[in-house]
T-cell receptor, first 112, second 114 residues
Framework: GNSVTQMEGPVTLSEEAFLTINCTYTATGYPSLFWYVQYPGEGLQLLLKATKADDKGSNKGFEATYRKETTSFHLEKGSVQVSDSAVYFCALLEAAGNKLTFGGGTRVLVKP | DAGITQSPRHKVTETGTPVTLRCHQTENHRYMYWYRQDPGHGLRLIHYSYGVKDTDKGEVSDGYSVSRSKTEDFLLTLESATSSQTSVYFC?????????????FGDGTRLSIL
């Protein structure tokens, strides 16, 4: 079956540091890939997505590139802010499907 | 923000009691989903609906039932709650299937079974 593996946290950074969260997946066919962010006490918000190989999703300074050859979708941001402190989830959606498979989540804490 | 309202937001109840969680949407989206979120597991799909009265099981459906009598409402029922069902429950909606129809989530219901 499908699966998503992402690095365990917590990841603790200083403001303006570079952030990378690794995400790799196992799936048949050509899934779509997503990053969701969850702020404390809230639901998940879609951060960015990519629907085919070599697509780059970007939003709010975050980027991730769909790498089929390495089955990866790593999330990056060049300069984090305290407000980026949250839990980040990588997820895949099977092609033309509607069942999301999530990774376990990575908690990020950005200190001033 | 997607128009999704979950109720109640918090609930504490006892083992063996029935519990119903409600998800209400104002987007007129066809698809609705229930997930549970547990530490280290991310979110796991319980049940989903692809139209009024049309539902299907997800990954962790045992012990749960759902109903959708109107487009805007999707109910999740625990017929006889157990402590293993203590979790945070999220509803999600999507307009269609596939990567260009992403799912949008409600703010969750924190359920504690004592």
């Amino acid at each position: 079956g499908n699966s998503v593996t992402q690095m365990e946290g917590p990841v603790t950074l200083s403001e303006e540091a570079f952030l990378t969260i690794n995400c790799t997946y196992t799936a048949t066919g050509y899934p779509s890939l997503f990053w969701y962010v969850q702020y404390p006490g809230e639901g998940l918000q879609l951060l960015l997505k990519a629907t085919k190989a070599d697509d780059k999703g970007s939003n709010k300074g975050f980027e991730a590139t769909y790498r089929k050859e390495t089955t990866s979708f790593h999330l990056e941001k060049g300069s984090v802010q305290v407000s980026d402190s949250a839990v980040y989830f990588c997820a895949l959606l099977e092609a033309a499907g509607n069942k999301l498979t999530f990774g376990g989540g990575t908690r990020v804490l950005v200190k001033p | 923000d997607a128009g999704i309202t979950q109720s109640p937001r918090h609930k504490v109840t006892e083992t063996g009691t029935p519990v119903t969680l409600r998800c209400h949407q104002t987007e007129n989206h066809r698809y609705m989903y229930w997930y549970r979120q547990d530490p280290g597991h991310g979110l796991r799909l319980i049940h989903y609906s692809y139209g009024v009265k049309d539902t299907d099981k997800g990954e962790v459906s045992d012990g749960y039932s759902v109903s959708r009598s109107k487009t805007e409402d999707f109910l999740l029922t625990l017929e006889s709650a157990t402590s293993s069902q203590t979790s945070v429950y999220f509803c999600a909606i999507s307009e269609g299937q596939g990567g260009n129809q992403p799912q949008h989530f409600g703010d969750g219901t924190r359920l504690s079974i004592l």
